[in-house]
């Protein structure tokens, strides 16, 4: 049985209220394709929801950043849950919280989430991929592409296709901080290398795009490998 290995970013499980039509165009095509044979380990990231939390208590209280990374993580435990609701039935009774201890199921979907502090959603994901011997990462994501600088703030910058774990890595640089708002983790990244990963950037919200990726077909966003 193939397994499909999706780190899904919060900012699209709840960009600023919950984004219900999403979640239900995700199921449908996930139903869909375990129907198919295939299996599912669908790591939730804390997103927006994080960072409103983290930015909300520095603003009252000075906190260390370990304080502010479990903040983090329980808002990807919570959106883990949600995201698990979804599926009631075809997923495993545990959230996966430790990467080290994979859940021992029948199932074909999993749902995992935030670890420790240090460690982003992303990281847990290629941690499972490396546990399950599995060699691709969907990291979906409220951008289309990773581009060469931030388009937020330049204008001109150029969007990136395919890139090496190299180049991919002088754009992010080493350092991870918690609430860090990148395609894809330093840490996780540099651990991606290691691993001959491959790591495919995709814009969440075009179902109809990540069903192409998952049947092989051309789509939209950017490949690092």
């Given at each position: ?63 260390t950043?370990r304080d ?16 698990k ?31 420790k ?76 290398e290691?691993?001959?990963?491959k ?20 789509f ?6």
């Amino acid at each position: 049985m193939k397994t499909i290995i999706i780190s899904l970013g919060g900012s699209i499980i709840v960009p600023d209220s919950i984004n219900t039509g999403f979640l239900t165009r995700f199921r449908n095509l996930v139903n869909e394709l375990i129907m198919k044979d295939l299996r599912f380990v669908i790591i939730t990231g804390g997103g927006n929801t994080a960072r409103k939390y983290q930015e909300a208590a520095k603003g009252m209280i000075r906190l260390t950043g370990r304080d502010l990374d479990w903040l983090g993580i329980h808002c990807t435990r919570l959106n883990a849950q949600l995201v698990k609701s979804l599926f009631k039935g075809y997923t495993s009774e545990s959230i996966i919280k430790n990467p080290e201890k994979m859940v021992s199921t029948k199932k074909n979907i999993v749902i995992g989430a935030g670890w420790k502090p240090g460690f982003s959603t992303d990281y847990i994901a290629v941690r499972i991929a490396k546990n399950l011997g599995t060699n691709t990462i969907i990291n979906l994501s409220n951008i289309k592409y990773v581009y060469d600088r931030d388009p937020k703030k330049y204008p001109d910058a150029k969007k990136i296709e395919r890139i090496s774990w190299k180049d991919f890595r002088n754009i992010v640089g080493d350092r991870w901080d918690p609430g860090l708002h990148l395609p894809f983790d330093p840490i996780a990244a540099k651990e991606g290398e290691k691993l001959n990963l491959k790591v495919a950037i995709i814009e969440g919200r075009d179902i109809d795009n990540l069903r192409n990726f998952i049947e092989g077909k051309e789509f939209e966003g950017t490949l690092i490998e």
